[in-house]
Nanobody, 120 residues
Framework: QLQLVESGGGLCLSLGSLRLSCTAS????????IGWFRQVPGKEREGVSC????????YYTDSVKGRFTISRDNAKNMVYLQMNSLKPEDTTVYYC?????????????WGQGTQVTVSS
């Protein structure tokens, strides 16, 4: 069973930056898709970004393009989400997930989430 743990959330001012981290244990995840999702209460969970851990291809939802960057360090079994130029509407809980495909239904393993709060 793959376990994911997120860290790096917190409070920042508008236009500030945060970096989220996600680590996996006990297995390495070289061949998984790793995604970051967020969910505002009352709304569906939204895919923010994902990375194909085998070839490095990335995806971003339109609202974060140019502001967020997903990256990986397979040696450390870590995936990061660098979030710059944060906006109040980015405030919510962010989840790391891993799966064998880039469709939402492919994400089998989920972390507990980390809160990001952006104040105006």
């Amino acid at each position: 069973q793959l376990q994911l743990v997120e860290s790096g959330g917190g409070l920042c001012l508008s236009l500030g930056s945060l970096r989220l981290s996600c680590t996996a244990s006990p297995f390495t995840w070289d061949w998984y898709y790793i995604g970051w999702f967020r969910q505002v209460p009352g709304k569906e969970r939204e895919g923010v970004s994902c990375i194909n851990n085998s070839d490095g291809r990335t995806y971003y939802t339109d609202s974060v393009k140019g502001r967020f960057t997903i990256s990986r360090d397979n040696a450390k079994n870590m995936v990061y989400l660098q979030m710059n130029s944060l906006k109040p509407e980015d405030t919510t809980v962010y989840y790391c997930a891993a799966g064998d495909g880039d469709n939402y239904s492919d994400y089998e393993y989920w972390g507990q989430g980390t809160q990001v709060t952006v104040s105006s």
